[in-house]
């Protein structure tokens, strides 16, 4: 039983780890953009949420509401004003000015917060849980971190498959010399895949600093787990996403088991494995 | 309104530091098909690339409807009402037939076509609807790029190589299609390397050499031989 209970409990992280990652695979998928910064703004969305917490008090699930329009106003900016000058044919602009807006937000952060670890507190929420199976218990805070995880995955892909906004974002992936001769402007298609993915950074960041503690540093960690989960799950498939953040999140869990020393290890290395005997990732985009 | 939609005075354009077309100007009038004809590298395709504003370097002015459109993007002369229809038909490869006519409808003009019009037009495309477009052949490949260009509801359509890598019976069926196309008024730049086949679905016609125009006019006003000297620089 103990071990069906570290499964469980590796699966729910997973969703949280899929959040981490679903918006790095949004915006490779549509610009091929491969951004440095994603963890940092996962990391600057929480505080963003912690500040406005203790201003006014709230829940800081309650601060979604507040957090997520305002991430993706300032992603839809960032995208319009910086990111979309250095996409071209050279990937290395974008990476060496996402790195750079990387050391910025770190240092911003430590400015504005000093390098004190915080948390933001949900209440009750954060411990409370049901018993699912003898010695398998499930905690609310998981068990909502997931579902929020599923229903974001599918939200992202419904919007990709059924809607105008979803046919602008694919057709200017595939061709976007051609999607401008349809009036899509890339540079408009783009900073809405920006705020797009800003708005999952928010919730990503949220329930982070629910989940545990955070500091200015702690971006490029969470970079590397989006990373990973994405790569697991085989890039340009957002289920695929889902179920890469699942198999990292239970083998860190399975790791931890072991030796607690060995959790990011263990993620590690199942990313190792697949990098080297599927490369593709485990559910590759079907092509054609 | 004026007789004439489209008029392009002194256009020249350049690919790098390479000159491409040599102060080209002509008119074309509303409702008039005009045939573009020339050896390959002649500037054909350049010069519709520079009607729809994707080509960044040109200089001279080109204006539609009597606007000045040379310094627009590509994505707002859509909007004006010209649609391409690309070399190649550059379809979308992730999306289904029906998605690729969908974002062709993308600028929202008010007209005469529909998803409902160009399945009556291409019945074939209505079976075909949810197929990737990357699974039909090149004819029905064809008909979803010229129903994409015409979900733009535009005043001119720009028809570049229709009948490239096709069967030679596709494209006859696709030629017997040209003039319920082309119907309802729309004016059309028609750019082909089948001379015999553009010249007879024309009223007027253009012959590029080398970037400069080397005889214009209707073609019936001008022998086999004038248009070959004119085609091959003879």
């Given amino acids: 039983m103990v071990w069906v209970n570290i499964i469980i409990q590796g699966i729910l992280v997973g969703g949280l780890y899929a959040l981490f990652a679903a918006g790095l695979s949004l915006i490779f998928g549509v610009m091929r953009l491969v951004n440095i910064a994603h963890g940092d703004l996962i990391v600057a969305a929480a505080f963003l949420s912690l500040a406005i917490v203790q201003a006014s008090g709230i829940n800081p699930l309650a601060s979604l509401l507040i957090v997520v329009p305002l991430a993706m106003a300032f992603g839809y900016g960032l995208q319009r004003g910086i990111l979309n000058r250095t996409l071209g044919k050279d990937i290395l602009p974008p990476l060496l000015v996402t790195f750079g807006l990387s050391v910025i937000l770190q240092n911003g952060l430590l400015e504005l917060f000093t390098a004190d670890s915080r948390k933001l507190n949900a209440g009750l929420i954060e411990t409370a849980s049901f018993p699912l199976l003898p010695g398998v ?8 971190q997931f579902a929020v995880a599923v229903i974001v995955i599918w939200g992202l892909q419904y919007l990709f498959y059924n809607t105008s906004l979803g ?24 900073a809405w895949a920006m705020a797009l993915c800003l708005g999952v950074v928010a919730i990503a960041g949220v329930f982070l600093g629910i989940r545990s503690n955070f500091d200015p540093f702690m971006g490029p960690g969470r970079l590397i787990f989006g990373f990973e989960a994405v790569i697991i799950g085989g890039l340009g498939n957002l289920w695929g996403t889902l179920l890469g953040g699942v198999v990292l999140g239970v083998a860190q869990a399975i790791g931890a088991q072991i030796n607690p020393g060995w959790q990011l290890l263990a993620g590690h290395l199942v990313f190792l494995l697949v990098l080297a005997f599927r490369p593709r990732g485990l559910f590759p985009k079907v092509d054609g | 309104m ?11 354009a350049w690919y790098g530091d ?36 994707l080509m960044k370097k040109k200089t001279g002015t080109i204006s539609f409807d009597g606007t000045v459109i040379s310094g627009r993007q590509a994505n707002e002369i859509v ?9 190649g038909r550059r379809l979308f490869p992730s999306l289904s037939v029906e ?16 998803l409902k019009a160009v399945y009556e037009l291409f019945p074939v495309l209505r079976e075909r609807r949810h197929t990737p477009s990357t699974a039909l052949s090149g004819g029905q490949q064809q008909m979803v790029a010229i129903g994409r260009g015409l979900m733009s509801n535009p005043d001119l359509i720009l028809l570049d ?25 729309l004016t059309a730049i028609l750019v082909e390397q089948d001379v015999t086949r553009a010249l007879a679905s024309s009223q007027q016609f253009l012959c590029l050499q080398e970037g400069k125009i080397t005889l214009e006019g209707e073609p019936q006003a001008f022998s086999r031989d004038q248009i070959s000297a004119a085609y091959f620089g003879m």
């Fill in chain 1, 137 to 144: 218990a499930i905690g609310y805070l998981p068990l909502l």
């Fill in chain 1, 167 to 190: 046919r602008a974002f694919r057709a200017t992936s595939d061709d976007p010399e051609t999607a401008l001769l349809m009036g899509l402007d890339q540079r408009k298609v783009y």
């Fill in chain 2, 2 to 12: 004026s007789d004439i939609l489209l008029n392009i005075e002194n256009l020249e």
């Fill in chain 2, 18 to 53: 390479a000159k491409v077309l040599h102060g080209i100007s002509f008119g074309l009038k509303r409702g008039e098909v005009i045939a573009l004809i020339g050896a390959n590298g002649a500037g054909k395709s350049t010069l519709l690339r520079s009607i729809c504003g």
């Fill in chain 2, 79 to 87: 909007g004006l009402g010209i649609a391409m229809v690309p070399e």
């Fill in chain 2, 99 to 114: 998605e690729n006519l969908l974002v062709g409808g993308n600028t929202g003009r008010k007209g005469p076509w529909s």
């Fill in chain 2, 161 to 185: 190589e229709l009948s490239l890598g096709l069967a030679p019976i596709i494209i006859k069926d696709i030629y017997e299609l040209l003039p319920k196309i082309i119907g309802n008024g």
